[in-house]
């Protein structure tokens, strides 16, 4: 087993219990037996794309999160919708909070 697969099995099995998901409950949304999944998850097997896709999906993880899984996952903040002064407005409020 190359620590790749390792790395992606550990990736999702702590993604399934970060939302509390045992193997039982993801496997029957994945529609996918739970030995399969028990396989995915420690490296024995690497899941298709399309449930790859759907895990990404439930667990809400991103393939940044595969790649790179010791990266530290950062806030982030939307302004879309908001006009210049308004952005401006916001980053002035969060600047001031961190001082």
């Not at 190359?2 to 039982?24: C, F, H, P, V």
């Not at 999944?37 to 667990?59: D, N, Y």
């Not at 393939?63 to 990266?71: T, W």
Request: proline share 4%; with cysteine; hydrophobic share 35%.
């Amino acid at each position: 087993m190359a620590d790749s697969d390792w790395l992606l099995g550990n990736t999702i099995r702590t993604a399934r219990m970060k939302k509390g998901y045992t193997q039982e409950e993801l496997s029957e949304m994945l529609d996918i037996t739970p030995g399969h999944l028990k396989h995915m998850e420690s490296g024995k097997r690497k899941p298709s794309i399309p449930i790859l896709f759907q895990m990404m999906k439930i667990l809400d993880f991103s393939v940044d999160e595969l790649i790179f899984p010791d990266r530290q996952k950062e806030e982030c903040i939307y302004l879309d919708g908001l006009s210049q002064k308004q952005k401006e407005a916001v980053i002035h409020l969060i600047d001031s909070m961190r001082d």
